[in-house]
């Protein structure tokens, strides 16, 4: 018998040699099955292992289209994620620009919205935010159009946690205790999942009530699994770690931006998500990259919501602190209303100490008015946790009440020399 067995094997082990010297179309043993190709000595390629694991897939996340959104640009991301083909795509919530009672109104804006979805090849799923949910004529609303305004689903054994930062809606945003008991209940529920992904409107471990507004215990109840969160309501990229976990603030998709680029972290986004064995893989894809097979983007019909400007002058500067630049140096105009203060325009410092503030588009000035100038100095401006680290400048030039700072901006171009003591 054991004769009998090595005479195949020499069999198999020379009918293969043949094979490899004709060139004959076989698949490797590394290969996957539907792949057929020569396989020879020598072969122009790494290896045959697909990256085709039935167990991963791959989402899309778009983000705010609120707070006046730019016209053309969330219609053009639903075309750029047809080119894309998620297998699904989720958002963070302030899906139309709401803060109305009027039924009419909030109507159109949500069939307009919808109107777009509906041109979508895979299926969308709704997170609400602070401009769907402003008050309670929108909350039902929300109810007649969508019903719950928190859920979950599980999609190749990951669970997709979609939470309600308005309940109920206020200016800090909240979690009830119902909502809470559902979480429980969905975690507990889905023990065994690989992955729990959880999408929120509101960074929620950000806001001042992070000790009363329900997140802490969300967190509490997710320490003993691996997960992500992704929100946005601020239009501002951030990455932040907590509980070693990975949080994402993502920009806008067509919401009010001033639309200064990846230093700022304003940009037009879509995060494209590849749910690896290992968990998810986040390529934060711009919208203004994205071509089709022509390099052309669609043109649309959306139209853009008009916002109240005040005319604006061009302003640019230089922050020296004890004669030296401050590169990354954050500079904030805050317009002198009686006792108030109002935040205006802002800018980073350049590495030569110059400036040029942005306060509606990027870099296009500040209205006319006195201000006061608010200079923080951030030591990383970004750390590893996505919170600024110590400010290296002197606390009295962080607030607008003590900053020594003044200046009036006039019509016409503006230059203002801002020297600084540590």
Request: a neutral charge; charged letters at 25%; aromatic letters at 10%.
């Amino acid at each position: 018998m054991r004769r009998l067995l090595l005479a195949f094997l020499a069999f198999g082990l020379v009918a293969a040699a043949v094979a490899l010297s004709r060139g004959q179309q076989i698949a490797s043993p590394a290969a996957a099955p539907d792949l057929q190709v020569a396989v020879e000595e020598r072969n122009p390629w790494t290896h045959l292992r697909l990256n085709n694991d039935p167990a991963e897939f791959r989402f899309a996340i778009v983000s705010d289209r609120t707070g006046g959104h730019r016209a053309r640009v969330f219609s053009q991301a639903v075309e750029q994620l047809n080119l894309l083909q998620p297998e699904f795509v989720l958002s963070v919530g302030d899906l139309i620009e709401g803060y109305s009672d009027k039924r009419e109104r909030v109507e159109a804006e949500w069939r307009e919205f919808q109107g777009y979805l509906s041109k979508l090849r895979m299926p969308f799923f709704y997170v609400p935010g602070n401009h769907d949910l402003a008050n309670p004529f929108e909350e039902r609303l929300w109810e007649e159009k969508f019903g719950r305004r928190y859920y979950h689903f599980v999609y190749r054994n990951v669970l997709f946690l979609i939470l309600d930062s308005e309940d109920p809606p206020s200016k800090e945003g909240g979690i009830s205790e119902a909502q809470l008991a559902a979480v429980h209940k969905a975690l507990a529920d889905n023990k065994g999942v690989r992955w729990t992904v959880v999408s929120v409107h509101r960074p929620m471990w950000t806001q001042p009530n992070l000790a009363t507004n329900g997140w802490l215990e969300v967190e509490k109840a997710l320490a003993d699994r691996p997960y992500t969160v992704f929100a946005g309501h601020i239009h501002v990229f951030r990455k932040f770690v907590r509980q070693g976990r990975n949080y994402y603030q993502l920009a806008t998709t067509g919401g009010a931006s001033k639309m200064r680029g990846v230093r700022y972290g304003e940009f037009d986004q879509i995060a494209w998500v590849t749910m690896k064995k290992d968990g998810p893989l986040i390529a934060n894809v711009l919208l203004d990259g994205v071509y089709d097979a022509d390099m052309k983007q669609a043109v649309t019909a959306e139209a853009g919501v008009a916002v109240n400007r005040k005319p604006v002058h061009p302003v640019h500067g230089q922050v020296h602190c004890e004669g030296c630049p401050a590169p990354g140096a954050v500079v904030t105009f805050h317009l002198v209303e009686g006792k108030r203060f109002v935040h205006s325009g802002d800018a980073m410092v350049e590495a030569d100490g110059t400036f040029t503030l942005s306060t509606y588009t990027a870099n296009d000035g500040a209205p006319a008015g006195e201000y006061a100038v608010t200079v923080v100095w951030w030591n990383p401006l970004v750390g590893e946790d996505g919170r600024p680290g110590p400010n290296v400048l002197a606390e009295r030039y962080a607030k607008p009440e003590t900053t020594p700072l003044r200046v009036v901006v006039k019509p016409g171009a503006n230059e203002f020399a801002l020297e600084l003591k540590k």
